[in-house]
């Protein structure tokens, strides 16, 4: 959440999926203003996890950035322009009207 913070991300929402699903225990959606904001914020999250976890997270979708998924085990990242979001509208799926602002 920091370093999303740290990069201007936009809407960043935190949901916890602890109970509804087994796939991690949270969600982090966020948008960047660009493609090139979202790229970017994807690289530093990922070089982020690998310093400070030591393990390397699954980056999908960095080549067009439109949307681009880190999985980071526990911790699944979705990073999106705006007009991407909006369409899939992951919150709304997944929050079932619980979502937290971070």
Known sequence: ???????????????PLAGKSSIADYMVVASGRSTRQVASMAMKLADKIK???????????LPTADWVLIDA???????????????????????????GQA
């Open 1 to 15: 959440m920091a370093s999303l913070d740290d990069d201007q991300a936009v809407e960043t929402v935190s949901i």
């Open 51 to 61: 310093a400070e976890f030591g393990r390397t997270p699954r980056v999908e979708g």
């Open 73 to 99: 085990g526990d911790v699944i990242v979705h990073l999106f322009r705006p007009e991407v979001r909006s369409f899939y509208n992951l919150e709304r799926m997944w929050s079932f009207g619980e979502t």
